[in-house]
């Protein structure tokens, strides 16, 4: 049985989950209302994959302001998503690179993976939710 | 898996990204503006053709015809209708749409 | 089979709706069923009875009322995404309802398919 403050559909299914952010925070809302999902989705005892590749990188970087465009930082809440149990967090190596990026640019600790790799990951996968 | 695409490729890099991580023997729909990409004499066109070797590469007929394109598909490119689209979705155990 | 439908986009700006609209109705054709919509995002302005769309052209919002109607299919517009819109209960148009993004999940989990569509 699922702890009493888990959402439950009472099915008992636990599903693989994958959301892909592909695009950069702030200049549209995808990413935000991506996150929501995401925390929903972990409340509900799934099995989690965040996956980050192309503009959606940039939603990882440290340093984030928000103040001067007055919009939410969201940014946070990244590194809160242990506590929600979303423990799977990846970006590809290819993403990276053609953005001049590291790991160590990444407000949060992630799995840095090849292509292949991510090709694999997104296989297996049961249900793939791209914001 | 299935892969959907509906943006133009010369206008964003979705079906770029989906070429570059889609397993082979994948398939790749292309709906709404992407299937541009899918016609003869388009930049995307030698992509898709290479592409195709390792991934089936499908594109929607009414979205074809509604651009003016349903006589100019690359060779290689079947071209399914919204009953096809709904049978692939049902044939491959998951599908990601490249938004 | 049960497909789930995800749509990020709203009506006329992009082409999302439409298509979803065309592969639902294909898909209960060949006698599968669409149990549930959710509307998400920008989604959520398909779910307005306020708009009115020259006579010469579709009406998005009353061409998914309908299929819900004649098909059964429970048509989900995201809370949060909603009141951040301005779409209320009261503008909603028939077989819409407003409610949480777990009914979204909930088709993830219990549909055999997830199709989304959007910009």
């Not at chain 1, 967090?89 to 993403?95: A, K, P």
């Not at chain 1, 993976?113 to 997104?122: A, C, F, G, V, Y």
């Not at chain 2, 299937?35 to 594109?59: D, E, F, N, R």
Request: glycine letters at 8%.
């Amino acid at each position: 049985m699922s702890d009493m403050d888990m959402e439950d559909d009472g099915s008992g299914i636990v599903k693989k989950f994958m959301f892909l952010n592909r695009k950069a925070p702030h200049g549209t809302v995808y990413a935000l209302e991506g996150l929501e999902v995401v925390l929903i989705t972990a409340a509900f005892d799934q099995d989690v994959s965040l996956v980050f590749t192309d503009d959606g990188v940039y939603q990882l970087m440290k340093g984030i302001d928000t103040k001067g465009i007055e919009v939410k930082d969201f940014s946070k809440t990244y590194r809160a998503l242990d506590g929600y149990d979303i423990e799977k967090l990846y970006v590809d190596q290819t993403s990276l690179d053609a953005r001049g990026l590291t790991e160590d640019d990444l407000i949060v600790d992630v799995s840095v993976l090849s292509d292949d790799e991510m090709k694999n990951l997104m296989d297996e996968q049961d249900v793939v939710i791209s914001f | 898996m299935l892969h959907i695409v509906n943006k133009s490729a010369t206008e964003r890099s979705s079906l770029d990204s989906c070429l570059r991580l889609a397993t082979k023997g994948s398939a790749v729909l292309l709906i709404e503006d992407a299937v541009y990409a899918a016609t003869k004499g388009s930049s995307a066109a030698a992509k898709i053709q290479a592409a195709a070797a390792g991934l089936k590469i499908y594109a929607l007929g009414p979205d074809l015809a509604a651009r003016g394109m349903a006589g100019r598909v690359l060779d290689g490119v079947n071209v399914v209708d919204y009953g096809g689209f709904v049978e692939l979705v049902a044939e491959h155990r998951n599908c990601q749409s490249w938004l | 089979m049960q497909f789930g439908i995800l749509i990020n986009e709203g009506p006329y700006n992009h082409q999302a709706s439409d298509t979803a609209y065309l592969f639902a109705r294909a898909a209960i054709e060949k006698g599968h069923t669409i149990p549930r919509v959710f509307f998400y995002h920008d989604g959520v302005n398909n779910s307005t009875r306020m708009g009115e769309p020259p006579q010469d052209d579709r009406n998005v919002t009353t061409r998914w009322s309908k299929l819900a109607e004649e098909h059964g299919i429970d048509l989900v517009v995201c809370v949060a995404a909603a009141l951040r819109r301005g779409i209320k209960d009261e503008l909603l148009a028939p077989g819409f309802r407003i409610s949480g993004l777990g009914q979204l999940v909930e088709m993830g989990i219990q549909y055999d398919r997830l199709v989304t569509f959007g910009d």
